[in-house]
């Protein structure tokens, strides 16, 4: 038995021809919080991916692309994917991905994070 395969998917893949995926699963962005505002955005393709893998019987997980700087903004970020997660079947875990802006001279909100802050706010999210 081979390797299982698994990939992510976010609005930047575009529409997707779910009848042409081979995967045996797929983690779908729910949704990012901004480098600069922090404000959560729901990924435009979130929908759309969520419905065309379950027709095509490919079992779903959601990631969440943070810039959370507080445990309050990781509580709304994990809210964000609960409150997902009852509008649809999810079967696969949920994925926190805490993010470098990549902005020059570290300009992202949450870039100048310590390493406890981060792991911190990554274990409120996970709670």
Known sequence: MGEATYIDVSQY?????????KADGVFIRAAYRGYSAGV????????NNIKGATANN???????????????EADAE??????????????????????Y??????QGRADNLTRQQRTNIARRFCD
């Open 40 to 47: 959560i955005k729901e990924d435009t393709q979130l929908r």
């Open 13 to 21: 893949n575009g529409v997707i021809d779910w009848n042409k995926v």
């Open 78 to 99: 994990a809210q964000f994917c609960l409150d997902i997660m009852k509008q649809y079947k999810i079967s696969l875990p949920v994925v926190y991905d805490s993010e």
């Open 58 to 72: 490919i079992p779903i997980g959601l990631y969440f692309m943070s810039q959370a700087i507080s445990e309050s």
């Open 101 to 106: 802006s990549g902005e020059k001279n570290k």
